[in-house]
Each structure stands twice: as C-alpha cells, then as structure tokens.
C-alpha cells in the first residue's frame, strides 16, 4: 500500500497560539473528501499549496467550533480491548459498544457496532494543548 504522507491528524495546526484547532477530523469522511479535492485542485494548478493549507486550517476551526455547540448526548458502553496514553493523547479500542443518543425533543435513538476507536485530546485551544488544568 502507498504511504499516507499526510500531517499527524491530532498535532495543532501551525497557527497563532490563540488559534490552534485540531485536525483529528481530517481523517473523517469529509475531511478526507476535502484533502482529496484540494490535493487534486493544487497537482491541476487550480489552487496554490498555500490557500488549499489555509482551507484546511478553517475546516479544522469550524469543524471543532461546531461540534462545541451540539445539544445532543451520546452515552456508550462496551468492552475495552486496549488503551494507550502518549503525547497527551488517549487511545480507547472496543468491541461490542452500544450507543444510545438523546437530543432536544425527546429524540432518542440506539445504534451498536462491533469495534470502535476513540481518540481523545484536551478541547482547550491555544498554547496548551497538554493535560486539562480543570480541578
């Protein structure tokens, strides 16, 4: 298989202190779909290095500030098969997790799939991005 030369997903962007997102949703569907185009628009000389780095830099803002404002509550259970620690980032495998999500309305819903990866970093934005200082 071809080498993934892509940016680590879970590194903050190289922005002002202030400003830094991560990328952890650029290996989702649509960030992948996004790489893809702007990588295909930049070889077709359709968009430079430079504005395709900074599209990437706002999905990665919008991305994170949108999923801030969700009201929607998903709780899972299932059986934790490894767990990692490294670089201030958590790593959960599962097997056999249940989801049940509740929303606004009264909405409620139950999904389960056999395995799933959790990559968890601190949500705080700026120059610390290391272990939450919360009490």
Known sequence: P??????????PI???ASKKYY??????TLGMTLTDALDEMVTNGELTPSIAMKVLAQFDKNMNEALGSVKTKTTFKGNLDTY???DNVWTFLLDDVTFTVTGPGGYK??????????VACD???GDNVGPSSKK
């Open 2 to 11: 071809a080498a993934d030369h892509r940016p680590n997903p879970i590194s």
């Open 123 to 125: 949500g705080k934005t």
């Open 109 to 118: 819903d139950n999904a389960h799939v056999d395995k799933l990866k959790i």
């Open 23 to 28: 990328e952890l949703y650029r290996r989702s």
């Open 14 to 16: 190289n922005l002002p």
């Open 84 to 86: 990692r620690f490294c």
